[in-house]
């Protein structure tokens, strides 16, 4: 079946550092790709997609790559701020029996100190 | 802005109750969805409808039902409530059944079940 794979956290980081977090995943036909942050104590929230190969999708000054040769989704920002601490889940969506359905990761905590 | 409210966000049951989630979505969305979050494992779906009175088992549906009677509401049922269901349950709803829909959650109900 499908499955989507990243990177254990936490991940801490300072303030302004670089961050990357990496996804992989594994699926059958032509998936799109989703990061979704998740901040204390709310549900989830999309932060961006991509539908198709190739596309970069961005939201935030975050982006991600859709690599269909590395099967990959890995998402960056340049800069964190402390208010990007939060989890963040990387997500598929194919089609499954006639419904479309969506394929979460573990998720990643990200922690920024000032 | 798309509202998913669920009808409690902390929630304490005892072995063997009956216990109801209510979810409502206000945007006339199709689909609509039950996860249950547990640390580790991500997001696991427990049930989903695309249509009113429609419903199709997810990942994990034991010991859980649910009811759509209207196109806003889904709700989630715990026959009996056990202490391995002690979880985050979200819900989230999608306009259509397609593989770059986005889903959108509600807060999320944290269920102890002593």
């Known amino acids: 079946g499908d499955s989507v794979t990243q990177m254990e956290g936490p991940v801490t980081l300072s303030e302004e550092a670089f961050l990357t977090i990496n996804c992989t995943y594994t699926a059958t036909g032509y998936p799109s790709l989703f990061w979704y942050v998740q901040y204390p104590g709310e549900g989830l929230q999309l932060l961006l997609k991509a539908t198709k190969a190739d596309d970069k999708g961005s939201n935030k000054g975050f982006e991600a790559t859709y690599r269909k040769e590395t099967t990959s989704f890995h998402l960056e920002k340049g800069s964190v701020q402390v208010s990007d601490s939060a989890v963040y889940f990387c997500a598929l969506s194919a089609s499954s029996g006639g419904y479309q359905k969506v394929t979460f990761g573990t998720g990643t905590k990200l922690q920024v100190i000032p | 802005d798309v509202k998913v409210t669920q009808s409690s966000r902390y929630l304490v049951k005892r072995t063997g109750e009956k216990v109801f989630l209510e979810c409502v979505q206000d945007m006339d969305h199709e689909n609509m969805f039950w996860y249950r979050q547990d640390p580790g494992l991500g997001l696991r779906l427990i049930y989903f409808?695309?249509?009113?009175?429609?419903?199709e088992k997810g990942d994990i549906p034991e010991g859980y039902s649910v009811s759509r009677e209207k196109k806003e509401r889904f709700s989630l049922i715990l026959e009996s409530a056990s202490t391995n269901q002690t979880s985050m349950y979200l819900c989230?709803?999608?306009?259509?059944?397609?593989?770059?829909?986005?889903?959108?959650f509600g807060p999320g109900t944290r269920l102890t079940v002593l």
């Open positions: 989230a709803s999608s306009l259509f059944n397609s593989r770059a829909d986005t889903q959108y």
């Open positions: 409808s695309y249509d009113v009175k429609m419903k």
